[in-house]
């Protein structure tokens, strides 16, 4: 079998990998064990949230399909975080799972290009540090110029309820045990992870009476800018735990493997067990827990991932407003799997060692259906590239918070799973949900993957852009103007107030102001392409902030991109620490920008580094 691209893994990385390298033209195979869980949610049945919001609307500003699928299996649309900022604020949809599986199958079997396989990867094939195929364990090769692992906590994966365990890559599924000893061979360190996840409650055994109900936001916005309004079916309910519950956690926390004495590798720590919260914070008398709808029949408790033994899990959960006379119908578990260490990777994601070898998603130690997507989505890309002879390139930090996350993987390395958030990004004001497309429109039309659809909406949201700032820097507002609107909205005492006529651009910037609420008396903005307005009044109320965060962005532009040569040898740069020297020949940073973001390169010895560089490049220019 001969392909131009070979993914591995059905997951949300692989599926996203897939798609963008057929969509860019590659004949491409997707292998995974089982073609039934392409697209299976593996833990809590959503998508978005704060950063994660936003890397799904960079997938879907790419041309993927995260976004959509999350759209169309919404059984409730929220927005977080609202009252802190744009920077902060972000979208959440719970889902059907099943109906997002089923989406994910059929949105992989109608893309031209694209094969589907069931098997299971063995080895890769290499030759002359190159990617030259994938063999499969039954025996079987395929050839391709290019080659994308996925696989989530497949890699090796051993299920842990409580203190038993058994391989598994999810519960009821086989692990994928033969690509370890294949990527040490090639070169690649490989290491060990954990994560946990929340047991499965009766929804009938719930008593949702007294509890705090969550309805969906009307007012939410869908991740694609392809996707209708939002889909609220269901509310959620929220809960907390006791010192009941965190008495037989404490009582029983030695049946977990997380706190057993032979414990599991390194957990999230943004995303802790139930052991871990009640172990690190001793003082906390509650932990919130949010009970989410999980199908017709399922809540998942999200809050309580937990590794504790089947017995203790069923006993605290009882302890719980809500959940007295509850029952688990599968309960929570720990799972270990391989990783390997993304510092061996560029920012493509393309591996150092093996040109046309690209890893994205959990192999990279990371966590969540969006980190994973987003990650896939781009080595899918750089395959792609790297199959059609074409370099793959690289996201800056302050284009996408994608690009964060890449620097972040292939920079620092992890020594947890990682979890993308929005204080990661010192340009988060530039890296907000509802310009996702925008600033990513030149990156999609390079790489020829933005759809002629997506073209169109994005050519009336910067043509709506332009025409609302046009409009709201012209109209004045009268007092009589704001008396109207004092009355029909919740504007705050001090925004109500004016001794004469106001630029609307000026009253927009008020706090309680929503440019929304400025329709009835500037009839001509209606005529603007929805789609714009969240934007327009961001751009125009951060108007300073994001003036500023542009200027410190180019004020070290020269620096961050500063090549550095592939053979540079640190150990002759005079100046450098033994440790940065070590440091910076061990992870072989592409950019000064990089090397300053690397632990233990100090300043100084990055200015001796910069000295040096600035000195090669005009003995270069000289020559």
């Known amino acids: 079998m001969v392909y131009d691209v070979i993914v591995v893994g059905g997951g949300h990385a692989g599926l996203e990998a897939a798609l963008a390298a057929a969509r860019l033209g590659q004949k491409t ?6 073609l ?15 950063a994660k919001g936003g890397l799904v609307r960079e997938v879907d500003a790419l041309g993927g399909y995260a976004g959509l699928g999350a759209d169309a299996a919404a059984v409730q649309c929220r927005i977080l975080g609202e009252t802190k900022g744009p920077a902060a604020r972000a979208t959440r949809n719970l889902v059907d799972r099943t109906a997002y599986n089923k989406l994910a199958r059929e ?13 299971e990867a063995q080895n890769v094939l290499a030759s002359d540090q190159k990617v030259t195929g994938l063999r499969l364990v039954d025996g079987r090769e395929i050839k391709a110029k290019a080659l994308v692992l996925t696989g989530g906590t497949f890699w090796n994966g051993r299920v842990y309820h409580g203190l038993d365990s058994k391989p598994g890559g999810r519960v009821g599924e086989e692990p994928a045990t033969f690509l370890k000893a294949s990527l040490e061979s090639l070169g690649h360190r490989v290491g060990r992870l954990s994560t946990s996840t929340a047991p499965r409650l009766l929804a009938k055994t719930v008593n949702f009476k007294g509890l705090v109900e969550q309805p969906g936001d009307a007012l939410a916005r869908p991740f694609s800018v392809l996707s209708g309004p939002p889909r609220n079916l269901t509310s959620c309910y929220l809960t907390w735990t006791n010192p009941k519950t965190h008495q037989i956690v404490r009582d029983n926390i030695k049946t977990s493997i997380i706190y057993a004495d032979n414990p599991v590798s390194s957990g999230p720590r943004y995303c ?19 009970l989410e709808p999980d199908g017709p029949d399922l809540i998942y408790p999200g809050g309580l991932p937990t590794g504790l033994s089947p017995e203790t899990q069923q006993a605290l959960i009882n302890t719980i407003e809500g959940l007295e006379n509850t029952l688990i119908a599968r309960p929570g578990y720990a799972i270990e799997y391989d990783f390997s260490d993304p510092t061996q990777l560029a920012p493509s994601l393309e591996s150092l ?5 690209f890893m994205a998603g959990q192999i990279n130690g990371t966590s969540g259906y969006e980190e994973a997507a987003s990650q896939g989505l781009w080595a899918g890309v750089g395959a792609a590239l790297r199959a059609s002879g074409s370099e793959p390139f690289f996201l800056r930090r302050d284009e996408a918070l994608l690009g964060v996350m890449l620097d ?8 947890e799973p990682y979890r993308m958030f929005t204080s990661r990004a010192e340009w988060r004001l530039l890296l907000r949900e509802d310009n996702a497309d925008l600033r990513l429109a030149k990156v999609a039309e390079k790489l020829g993957i933005l759809d002629p659809t997506r073209q169109k909406l994005l050519a009336a ?26 009355a029909k909205f919740p ?19 008020r706090s309680s102001v929503k440019i929304e609420y400025l329709l009835t008396a500037i009839p001509e903005l209606a005529e603007i392409a929805s789609s714009a307005y969240l934007t327009l009044e961001t751009e125009i109320k951060f108007a300073g902030y994001l003036s500023r965060q542009e200027r410190e962005v180019k004020k070290i532009a020269s620096q961050e991109n500063w090549r550095l040569p592939n053979d540079l040898d640190f150990q002759v740069i005079p100046g450098i620490s033994r440790e940065a020297r070590e440091i910076l020949t061990r992870t072989r940073p592409l950019t000064l920008g990089q090397a300053s973001r690397l632990r233990g390169v100090t300043p100084a010895s990055l200015s001796s580094l910069a000295i040096f560089i600035r000195k090669l490049s005009a003995a270069v220019e000289l020559s």
């Open 491 to 509: 504007l705050l005492d001090k925004d109500r107030q004016t001794e004469g006529p106001i630029l609307a651009t000026n009253f927009l910037r």
């Open 408 to 415: 972040d993987l292939t920079v620092l390395g992890v020594e």
């Open 29 to 34: 195979v997707l292998v995974t064990q089982k």
């Open 461 to 486: 949201k910067k043509e709506g852009l332009a025409r609302g700032r046009q409009i709201l820097e012209e109209k004045r507002l009268s007092p009589s103007d704001l008396s109207d609107l004092a």
């Open 353 to 357: 060692i093996i040109r046309g070898l």
């Open 272 to 290: 802790p067990s139930l052991e871990d919260k009640i172990h690190n914070f001793p003082q906390r008398e509650r932990h919130m827990v949010f």
């Open 36 to 50: 039934a869980t392409i697209g299976t949610l593996s833990c809590n049945p959503a998508f978005g949230g704060p």
């Open 107 to 119: 949105c992989a079997g109608q893309i031209p290009g694209l094969t589907l396989l069931e098997g």
